[in-house]
């Protein structure tokens, strides 16, 4: 069985730090990227198996990532978990925009490695070609 592959697009260095420690320390392979259009070049190299973003990063904004994802052929049933440090008025556009999930910080931990989890299970193990 392969391991899930993550993307973390996080531009905070110690929040993308703690994020990849904790997905690393339950078995996924993580990569990681500071802005919105860095995640875009590593989305087209790696094909990860679930996107975690925030919504604040420079360059490319994690609502315009969310939207190229779900417009990318071979990209647009990625599932998508937003981490937000702002209030219901961004959940609501980043669900709107094609997110799976919001969820809020501070982050619980055993929350996020649940979520990705729950939102791999469907997709059967497979990663898109």
């Known amino acids: 069985m392969s391991k899930t592959k993550i993307l973390i697009a996080e531009?905070?260095?110690d929040s993308q730090s703690l994020?990849?420690?904790?997905?690393?320390?339950e078995g996924f392979i993580v990569t990681t990227a500071a802005d919105g259009e860095k995640a875009i070049d590593i989305l087209c190299e790696i094909k990860p198996d679930?996107?975690?973003?925030?919504?604040?990063?420079?360059?490319?904004?994690g609502g315009d990532l969310i939207r190229h994802v779900r417009r990318t052929a071979g990209?647009?049933?990625?599932?998508?978990?937003?981490?937000s440090a702002y209030g219901d008025a961004y959940e609501s556009d980043a669900l709107a925009v094609g997110a799976n999930v919001v969820?809020?910080?501070?982050l619980d931990s055993d929350l996020l490695v649940n979520t990705i989890?729950?939102?791999?299970?469907?997709h059967g193990g497979g990663v898109q070609a």
Do not use: C, F, H, Y
């Not at 994020?19 to 320390?25: M, N, S």
């Not at 990209?75 to 981490?83: C, E, K, N």
């Not at 969820?103 to 501070?106: A, D, E, T």
């Open 11 to 13: 531009d905070n260095p």
């Open 19 to 25: 994020l990849q420690t904790i997905l690393e320390g």
């Open 50 to 61: 679930v996107l975690v973003t925030d919504l604040m990063l420079p360059t490319v904004s």
């Open 75 to 83: 990209l647009a049933q990625l599932p998508i978990v937003v981490i």
């Open 103 to 106: 969820l809020k910080k501070p």
């Open 117 to 122: 989890r729950e939102l791999k299970a469907p």
